[in-house]
């Protein structure tokens, strides 16, 4: 149950769009469409914003998208705001029927 | 509204156990499936478990198999987590999660409750 690889951090101005990358296995995001991204503001619960790989709950920003190809995933954000500035979190399920987490990336917005 | 209140976190030596709980309300309770996830300070976010809506099927992670056990009592709207054998890296914020639609999306976390191993 090794964590699934995201980039530490990545920084974006506003307006600008950035993307996360989520990278895994062929026994995780490889083979399952049941990734999802949460976004986590400090001292809060995560957030969940995007579910099987590309659907947003109902009130999050269409600003927020996600895509998969063979064993990454990835979560782009455009228009960048100030309120996006947090640490992001993607998850996907494995072979071993568990779940596994990244290790998380942190935006900050310049 | 729905809402997740985990109680039962606290600070316990090395070896020692703990009974987390978690009381939920505004929805339907037995027909979710339920997670428990934690946060160690200052780290990322690490999946322990799982349970279905009826309790019949239950996962672990690895770090925690054979010494920690989810349960749930539906009459009761409530989730647990036995935790035994705690070890040092077992410190963390442990939140109790509303399995969206069973596929693992977590769409309601509770607040959170800390449990600390230490001598």
């Known amino acids: 149950q090794s964590a699934l690889t995201q980039p530490a951090s990545v920084s974006g101005s506003p307006g600008q769009s950035i993307t996360i990358s989520c990278t895994g296995t062929?026994?995780?995001?490889?083979?399952?469409?049941?990734v999802s991204w949460y976004q986590q503001h400090p001292g809060k619960a995560p957030k969940l914003m995007i579910y099987e790989v590309s659907n947003r709950p109902s009130g999050v920003s269409n600003r927020f998208s996600g895509s998969k190809s063979d064993n990454t995933a990835s979560l782009t954000i455009t228009g960048l705001q100030a309120e996006d500035e947090a640490d992001y979190y993607c998850k996907s399920y494995t072979s071993s029927s568990t779940w596994v987490f990244g290790g998380g990336t942190k935006l900050t917005v310049l | 509204e729905v809402q997740l209140v985990e109680s039962g976190g606290g600070l316990v030596q090395p070896g020692g156990s703990l009974r987390l709980s978690c009381a939920a309300s505004?929805?339907?309770?037995?027909?979710?499936?339920m997670n428990w996830v934690r946060q160690a300070p200052g780290k990322g976010l690490e999946w322990v478990s799982y349970i279905s809506s009826s309790g019949s099927t239950i996962y672990y992670a690895d770090s925690v198999k054979g010494r920690f056990t989810i349960s749930r009592d539906n009459a009761k709207n409530s989730l647990y987590l036995q935790m035994n054998s705690l070890r040092a890296e077992d410190t963390a914020v442990y939140y109790c999660?509303?399995?969206?639609?069973?596929?693992?999306?977590?769409?309601?976390w509770g607040q959170g409750t800390l449990v600390t191993v230490s001598s």
């Open positions: 999660a509303r399995d969206q639609r069973g596929f693992g999306e977590i769409d309601y």
């Open positions: 062929s026994s995780d995001i490889g083979t399952y469409n049941y």
């Open positions: 505004g929805f339907t309770f037995s027909t979710y499936e």
